[in-house]
């Protein structure tokens, strides 16, 4: 009976832990029950997106949701999310594609993908974040198989929660029947950890030039290894039609080793590594295409559609899970040299049969004009008008004079900037917020990364850019918003940046950016299709009059045009351009070691330019400082420094009016600066005003901007957010820190009182000169003893009290039928009472009194006169006041 018993609770445990092993699973079902895609009757792909394989296994069907293309070159893409929220492991890729409709696939591992629609033209992005690649398909290729062990991690806390597939339909001439695609790859997918995590390494070269019916011409590609082993086991070669064999190889101690050979006319598969290759630190890697420009009569460039090339090299890797990097990539030649020692087998290309080269082919040719002379003709066309020295210096002289008396103006008031926190700009889905502006109709303008993301893999030591494997972001970077209710109200820039960094906008309303990537300068129109001004050579940093190292800012001088360009995060300078973009002059150095000097800066990060002083002021960012210099010289004028600047201060804006604003960035370890927006005076150089946001908490501000009526916005290009502040007129009993110059002591709660009295200006004066003076004390003896105070608080009680009394009895004995006297009495007992509460000339004022003593603060005591009383109201009505004011001394009372 025992053995029964134990017998039947074993089956009871193990029917328990197979429907708990069930239970995610049979989730995942119920949870896309009402979401699976609706496919078309045409597909044959699965209806059911997540199908069990077991207790910890299950498949994922990713297909196109039944579309057909419209043209020839189309990318379109569609996205599903995990269906789990733990850690998974993808082991295993099946594709469901053919060549006959589909060129090649692409599937993307990221956090936020551009649409949630139910697929998007590739246009539009395919992540908003960070992307990884997990897998690529191309021309009848086989499934790729993961070694044991090995697996792409997603979910949990490290890995993309989202699959994006992209998929290239080249040539549209299979959809004439207008049938319905549902290509795509099925994943299987496990919980079970793997001890060894795949990644990605993109090898691509982004410079090649075919020259029309050249033979032979070579694509090199080669970079230093410097992480962690890796071990190879699978590559991917890939380009268009002119490619003839793709190499890829390690090169250790001199010695070549093959990683992989093929053509890339043949089914563009991830094949297996024949023999183990493990690539170590300081190894190369190193990759070379064969391309052959017969047949062509135009140059052919590396890019995205039919007529051009792309010269790519896949390779899949594992590493330690502790070490693991999920992607990977290099698109530079850091050793030109070494590919005179080569293999001589890379230079053979691989004999495809003419039938074979025919099929394989997806991409619908073209034929195009490509004028390349097109983009300098505009370019040239700009019209700029530039003054005649006479009116310049008018009209500076006139912006001179109009500034002091606004700077006067508006230092006069006393304001306080906090955030608008009523503002739905901070829910806006950004990438990496660079840059800030606003344009001629006061709206915001925002500068940002889309899917890229600046990190340590963005450029080599040289600082050439390492990503163009990614190509330029695939989504609009500048946008305008109304800077009231932050809609959208025109966007700009898709295809155009890889890195975006500064923006300003001129009096006409172009846009003037930086891209760090390309290491240029662009003038756009309100439309920003095309430049209408290019400055520097695209993906070549150096240091002449023709190139920069990636430029941080610009500005233009709305009077004169001339343009002023911060070089940058590798230069330490800044160099100004006549208004058709004609090198002029520059100035700077790189800081020196201790303190840094006059003229010279460690990341010039922002400019400000200040036209009605006729100067230029610079965010020199890793010496924490502002830094301002005449224009038309580049003579250093002044620095602004503070101890709560930190040591970086990383952006500068300015307001017409003598008002500088501008933020810092994230303390040192052990400092105890904090991150924080500033607003000066010009003039002085004196803080006035600190702000900090309310919601959320700023990472990394990038860039500040502030409008006339003193709205400031600032980009945080860690928080991808955009704060808006506002400013406020400052009320009593708020407590303002004003910070001294040069690290001086912050005075703290040092209270505004204001005062109305109309009858007499020189007591306003007089009020205004107080509040200046600390109304805190400090003391050495003990303070005022507890028997003072008590009997100060009970006087005031008593005689009130006696006052009260003495008024009752005269009114109801001595004057009860006068009412003259009554009249008279009651005007003196109201001016008596008045003097009481502080209004009169001798008045007893508590917080006055108390705040005189030794050692006590007035805190709480501020306005104890007036508050609770409608004197106040009265004063600022006009009522009464002149009365009480200019009232004779009430007549002695008899006795």
């Not at 039609?241 to 190499?247: A, D, E, F, T």
Request: with cysteine; net charge negative.
């Amino acid at each position: 009976m025992a053995g029964l018993v134990n017998n039947l609770l074993i089956l009871l445990l193990l029917f328990q832990n197979i429907c708990l092993g069930f239970r995610s699973p049979l989730s995942v079902f119920k949870r896309y029950k009402d979401t699976t895609r609706s496919l078309s009757g045409e597909c044959l792909g699965s209806e059911q997106p997540v199908i069990s394989l077991g207790l910890s296994d299950f498949a994922l069907d990713i297909r196109m949701p039944g579309v057909t293309p419209k043209q020839s070159d189309t990318y379109l893409c569609m996205s599903i999310r995990l269906p789990v929220d733990d850690e998974a492991y993808v082991v295993d890729f099946k594709p469901h594609a053919s060549m006959d409709t589909v060129h090649h696939m692409l599937l993307f591992g990221c956090n936020e993908p551009s649409s949630t629609e139910n697929y998007w033209d590739c246009d539009e992005g395919t992540c908003r974040d960070k992307s990884n690649i997990l897998y690529a398909w191309a021309r009848n290729a086989p499934p790729t198989r993961l070694p044991k062990g090995v697996g792409f991690r997603v979910g949990g806390e490290t890995g993309g929660r989202y699959f994006v597939l992209q998929v290239h339909y080249g040539d549209i001439s299979a959809f004439r029947d207008k049938h319905k695609d549902c290509s795509g790859v099925t994943l299987h997918l496990t919980h079970q950890k793997q001890p060894l995590i795949a990644g990605m390494y993109l090898m691509m070269s982004v410079n090649t030039v075919i020259p029309p019916g050249e033979k032979v011409v070579d694509a090199d590609i080669a970079c230093h290894y410097k992480r962690f082993p890796m071990h190879l086991f699978a590559y991917r070669v890939h380009t268009h039609r002119l490619g003839k064999v793709v190499s890829g190889y390690r090169v250790r101690n001199g010695q070549w080793t093959l990683i992989g050979r093929q053509s890339p006319q043949l089914p563009q598969a991830f094949y297996p590594v024949e023999h183990p290759v493990d690539v170590s630190y300081d190894d190369i890697l190193a990759a070379r295409c064969v391309f052959s420009g017969e047949g062509r009569t135009t140059e052919t460039h590396i890019g995205g559609t039919a007529n051009d090339e792309m010269c790519n090299f896949y390779i899949m890797y594992y590493m330690e899970a502790k070490h693991a990097v999920s992607y990977m990539t290099c698109t530079q030649n850091a050793n030109p040299e070494m590919f005179r020692n080569i293999p001589q087998e890379a230079n053979i290309p691989i004999p495809i049969k003419s039938d074979m080269l025919k099929m394989t082919h997806g991409h619908h040719e073209e034929t195009k004009d490509s004028d390349t002379s097109s983009l300098l003709q505009q370019a040239k066309k700009e019209e700029e008008e530039i003054l005649d020295q006479e009116t310049k210096d008018s009209d500076r002289s006139s912006l001179l004079q109009q500034a002091k008396k606004e700077e006067k103006e508006i230092l006069d008031q006393d304001f306080h900037i906090e955030e608008a926190v009523e503002w739905p700009g901070l829910d806006l889905k950004l990438g990496q917020v660079s840059g800030l502006a606003l344009d001629p109709e006061n709206n915001l303008v925002i500068f940002h990364r889309g899917d890229h993301v600046w990190d340590e893999n963005s450029f080599d030591s040289k600082f050439v850019y390492q990503q163009r494997g990614l190509g330029p972001i695939e989504e609009n970077t500048i946008l305008v918003l109304n800077p009231s209710n932050a809609k959208l109200l025109h966007s700009t820039g898709k295809s155009l940046f890889y890195l975006p960094h500064g923006l300003s906008i001129d009096k006409n309303g172009n846009y003037w950016v930086t891209d760090v990537a390309l290491h240029q300068v662009f003038k756009l129109g309100t439309e920003g299709k095309e430049p209408l001004l290019t400055l520097g050579v695209a993906l070549q940093p150096g240091s002449d009059k023709n190139h920069f190292c990636q430029p941080t800012d610009v500005a233009v001088d709305p009077i004169t045009g001339s343009i002023y360009v911060s070089d940058g995060y590798c230069n330490s300078r800044i160099i100004q351009f006549s208004p058709d973009g004609l090198y002029v002059m520059q100035w700077g150095e790189e800081s020196s070691l201790g303190r840094a000097r006059p003229g010279q800066f460690h990341i010039p990060h922002s400019l400000a330019l200040i036209p009605d002083f006729s100067q230029l002021c610079v965010a020199d960012r890793e010496n924490g400082r502002i830094q301002c210099f005449r224009l038309e010289t580049g003579e250093f004028t002044r620095e602004i420094k503070h101890k709560s600047f930190g040591r970086e201060l990383f952006a500068v804006s300015y307001v017409p009016g003598g008002l500088l604003f501008a933020v810092n960035g994230i303390p040192y370890p052990g400092e105890a600066e904090r991150v924080q927006g500033f607003v000066m005076n010009f003039s002085t150089g004196e803080i006035i005003d600190f702000f900090i946001p309310l919601r959320k908490s700023f990472e990394m501000p990038h860039d500040i901007v502030a409008s006339d009526d003193r709205t400031v916005f600032v980009g945080d290009v860690h928080a991808r957010a955009v704060w808006k502040f506002a400013s406020t007129e400052k009320v009593e009993h708020r407590s303002v820190k004003k910070a001294g110059i040069e690290g001086q002591e912050i005075k703290e709660s040092e209270t505004v009182v204001e005062a109305r009295l109309k009858t007499k200006p020189e007591s306003t004066d007089s009020l205004k000169d107080a509040d200046k003076k600390p109304l805190v004390q400090q003391a050495s003896s003990a303070g005022v003893s507890f028997v003072l105070i008590t009997t100060l608080l009970i006087i005031p009680v008593v005689v009130l009290l006696a006052i009260l009394i003495f008024i009752r009895w005269r009114k109801t004995t001595v004057y009860g039928g006068n009412s003259g006297g009554e009249h008279k009495l009651d005007s003196g007992s109201g001016r008596i009472l008045g003097r009481l509460r502080g209004k009169g000339g001798g008045g007893i004022n508590l917080g006055n009194f108390f705040a005189s003593h030794k050692g006590y603060s007035r805190k709480g005591f501020d306005r104890l006169s007036t508050e609770g009383s409608d004197q106040e109201k009265d004063e600022d009505d006009g009522t009464d006041s002149e009365e009480e004011c200019s009232a004779s001394p009430p007549p002695p009372s008899s006795s």
